[in-house]
Structure formats: structure tokens, C-alpha cells
């Protein structure tokens, strides 16, 4: 007999238990396991067609963003 493969399992989505009818318990489980699996960022990102020449904008953006605050606290460090 051949063993099951990981690989063809079907996925069966996100899913949490409601214990003794603790709602608001499973719903903060639900809201931690949709930001882990970063869905709401992925739905965010394809409600609207974003050109590739800007993205790159805005992650070039980014990046000076990080640069300069990285410079910032640098220098708060050592002082000058």
C-alpha cells in the first residue's frame, strides 16, 4: 500500500474551534491566524492593479525610508 502524499492532500482553509462558546476567543485566534498567513495583506495588494514601474517606486521609496531612519538612530547612538 502506498503511503499518503503530503503533497496531493487537499487544503482545507483556516480553522478555529469556538470552546465553550467563547466567540470573541476564536475570533482573536482567527484575525492572529489570518495575519500570520498574510491574507489580508495579499487582498489588499490585488484589489487594484499596480503598475511594476511603480512599485518599484514605492519600494525604492521604502528602502530610503529604512536607510534614513537607520541613519537616525545611528547617529542618536554615538552622539554626533
Same mark, same amino acid.
Given at each position: /500500500?502506498?503511503?499518503?502524499? @503530503?503533497?496531493?492532500?487537499?487544503? %482545507?482553509?483556516? !480553522?478555529?474551534?469556538? #470552546? ?19 491574507? /489580508?495583506?495579499?487582498?489588499? @495588494?490585488?484589489?487594484?492593479?499596480? %503598475?511594476?514601474? !511603480?512599485?518599484?517606486? #514605492? ?22
Amino acid at each position: /500500500m502506498r503511503k499518503y502524499n @503530503e503533497k496531493y492532500r487537499q487544503e %482545507k482553509g483556516l !480553522e478555529v474551534v469556538v #470552546k465553550n462558546g467563547n466567540v470573541e476567543g476564536a475570533l482573536r485566534k482567527l484575525k492572529k491566524k489570518i495575519a500570520e498567513d498574510g491574507l /489580508m495583506i495579499e487582498l489588499r @495588494e490585488r484589489q487594484h492593479y499596480v %503598475k511594476p514601474s !511603480e512599485k518599484r517606486a #514605492k519600494d525604492k521609496a521604502a528602502g530610503k525610508a529604512r536607510h534614513e531612519k537607520m541613519i537616525k538612530t545611528r547617529q542618536e547612538k554615538v552622539g554626533w
